[in-house]
């Protein structure tokens, strides 16, 4: 459902973390409804009492058979889906090459890979058929330049991305096989060197976390792709940078030049 900001339903998956509070909070004071999910039952809970536009919904999204019942039961209570933003995550890190343990690459492309491909599935119609659908994911600089240390993370990000660049691929084929359709659809990638919140300004006052992107400029960034071009958005990578400097609007202004 969508055509306007306060018509769209829009599912943040991951929405416990730091970014994903900010994004379902600007989300839903913006007019969309939002189907918050996460693993964390209490936290859940406790982010959609803040808003009357906020429904939580606690999943495991490494599950695939539980993403189709939590699709269906999004559908259910808020109508299809616009948006899918994908904040699932975490970080692992090693000594080297050989110190990439196999917990870490299990955690890492469970978290990230295998979350993304259930959500993007079970909510892959919706999308296409959505006037203004939108798969959004978060990825890392360091896809562009990989360290050893964090080559487990790096490939996994990678991956993502590679899957996020195919659904763009599969929105162009599903609205274009027909010369007078246009592209409504779009599966983009927003690029940060490291996302960056208040507790983390809290913990460390001395420190300026050059080139971090603040998660409220992540916010106002996913909330922007809403109105922007789908034909000029589908498979961009976005990089955001230090975007509460200059504003992520502006920075999502600029990518789509």
């Not at 808003?51 to 919904?57: A, L, P, R, V, W």
């Not at 809403?226 to 230090?242: H, Q, T, Y």
Request: net charge negative; hydrophobic share 45%.
């Amino acid at each position: 459902m969508s055509g306007t900001p306060n018509a769209r339903t829009i599912v943040v998956a991951g929405s416990t973390s730091a970014a994903g509070v900010a994004v379902v909070n600007l989300l839903a004071h913006t007019g969309a409804r939002v189907a918050a999910v996460d693993i964390l039952e209490d936290r859940v809970n406790e982010l959609a009492a803040g808003h009357e536009s906020i429904t939580g919904y606690t999943c495991n999204l490494a599950d695939l058979h539980a993403v189709t019942g939590l699709a269906a039961t999004i559908r259910e209570h808020l109508g299809p889906v616009d948006g899918l933003i994908h904040l699932v995550g975490g970080w692992r890190g090693g000594d080297g090459i050989q110190g990439q343990s196999d917990a870490d690459w299990d955690f890492l492309h469970t978290g990230i890979l295998t979350t993304l491909r259930n959500t993007s599935r079970a909510f892959l119609d919706d999308l296409v058929a959505s006037p203004a659908g939108r798969l959004a994911i978060v990825s890392a600089e360091s896809v562009a330049s990989p360290s050893a240390d964090g080559a487990a993370y790096t490939a996994v990000k990678a991956a993502a991305e590679a899957w996020a660049l195919a659904v763009a691929d599969g929105f162009e084929k599903a609205q274009t096989s027909d010369a007078d359709k246009e592209l409504t659809s779009a599966s983009l990638i927003f690029v940060v060197k490291a996302l960056l919140d208040e507790r983390m300004r809290a913990a460390q006052p001395e420190r300026k976390f050059p080139g971090f992107t603040h998660v409220d400029a992540l916010a106002e960034a996913v909330e922007g792709i809403f109105d922007a071009d789908a034909a000029r958005l589908n498979g961009k990578r976005i990089r955001l940078g230090s975007a509460a400097e200059s504003g992520a609007t502006s920075v999502l202004t600029e990518a789509l030049r």
